[in-house]
C-alpha cells in the first residue's frame, strides 16, 4: 500500500493509522537510496515527495527553505542562478541503484547525511541543516532549528537527524544554510604515481598553504587530483604554490574540465557499470591511507578503489564473496579506528547486521529512537535488525 502525502495533517494521519495497527513504515523520498543499509520491505510505503517546492529562498541571508521531497536538482538549478551552490557538493548515488540520475531528494541527501569531495574542507551535509518540520513516530508535528544560522536554544536536533535514515522522524520541510560559488577553479594532475606516493603528496598538499578544496587519488590512472577554488587572481597563486611544493611534473585543467573531473568523482561514475560488485564506503581519520591498501585489494576478489577526502574516504568495490571475510579483510585495513558502510549488495548481504562496521551502538540509538519512534514504526531494521 502506497501513500503520498501532501499536508502534514494526512501524513500525521497515516502515521497514527500505522501506530494502531502496529505496522511498520517505508519512509522516503524518491527512493533512489533503498538499497542503502539492511534489506527490509514493508506493507506500507510513505513517499514524501509531496512535500516538494521551494517555500522561501533569500540569497542576501544565505537561507533556502523547501519541501523535503524537493528534487535536489531543482534547488541547485534555483542556486545557480544566484550563483550560490551547497557547499557539501551531496553525489547522485542513484545510477548506482539503477534509478536515472538526478532523481534524489533534498530531505534524502540529509536523512542519509550525503557529501562530497569537499567535505572535509568545508563541512558535512549535517553542519548546513539549519531546521527542518514533521512527523514523529508518536504522530506528532515537531519542528527544530529555525532560518538563522544561530538558533541553537537546546538540542541542536537537525544534526541528529542528519545521517538517521529516516528512523526517527518524517520530514515534510528543511531549512539549510547555502554559500556563495567559487569565482573560479582549477584541478591539478599528478601522473604515475603508487599509492604510497600518492598518499605522501596528498599529506603534503592537504598541509600546505596551497588550501585546496579537494584531493583524491584514482589508482585505475595512477593520478592524484587536487582541486583549488576561489577568486581568479588566488587560484592562480595557490597553483603555483602547489605546483612548485609536489616537485612532480603536472597537468593544470581549467575550471570546466576540473567540475566534470570532480562530479565524475564525487558521482562514482567509474563503479556505474557493474552494478553486480559489492560497493563499501570507508572512512577513516582524516589521514592518507590508514591501512596497507594493496594488501586490502589483493584479500579481495576482483577489487578497485577510489581515495577521496585525501585518502580518508574510500569507495571499494569487489566481486561477491563471503561478508564475513570481507568484513575481516576492512577491518584489518582500518585498524582501530575508521567506519566502513556496505553501500551497494545482494539482498542476502543485507541481510547480516554488519552492514555497518564496525557494528552500530544499538543500545544509544535504541534510547535515541525510543524518545521519537518508540514503537519504531519509521524504516525499522533499516540500521540494524533491533532498531
Known sequence: MDFLPRTQQELVEIIQAASADDVPLSVCGNGTKQG????VSFERNVSLCGFSGIIDYAPAE???TAGAGTPLAEIKAALAAENQHLAFEPPDLGPLFGHAAEKATIGGVLATNLSGPRRPFAGAARDFFLGFSGVNGRGEIVKAGGKVVKNVTGYDLPKLIAGSFGTLVAMT???IKVVPAPETSCSIIVDGLSP???SQMMTVALGSTADPSAA???PSASQAIFRLEGSGPSVVYRCQVLTDLLRAPVRVVAAAESR???QSVRDLHSFRDNTSQILWLLSAPPAAFPGDIDALTRGLPDCSYL???GGGRIWLAHAVTDIGEAVRAIRRYLGQGGHATVIRAPEDWRQSDRV???DVPVALLRKVRAAFDPLRLFNRGRLHSDL
Not at 36 to 39: L, V
Open 36 to 39: 542503502w543499509g539492511r534489506a
Open 62 to 64: 544565505l537561507v533556502l
Open 173 to 175: 520541510e528543511i531549512t
Open 196 to 198: 604510497a606516493a600518492a
Open 216 to 218: 583524491a587519488y584514482l
Open 260 to 262: 566534470d573531473l570532480w
Open 307 to 309: 581515495a577521496d577526502w
Open 356 to 358: 555497518f562496521a564496525p
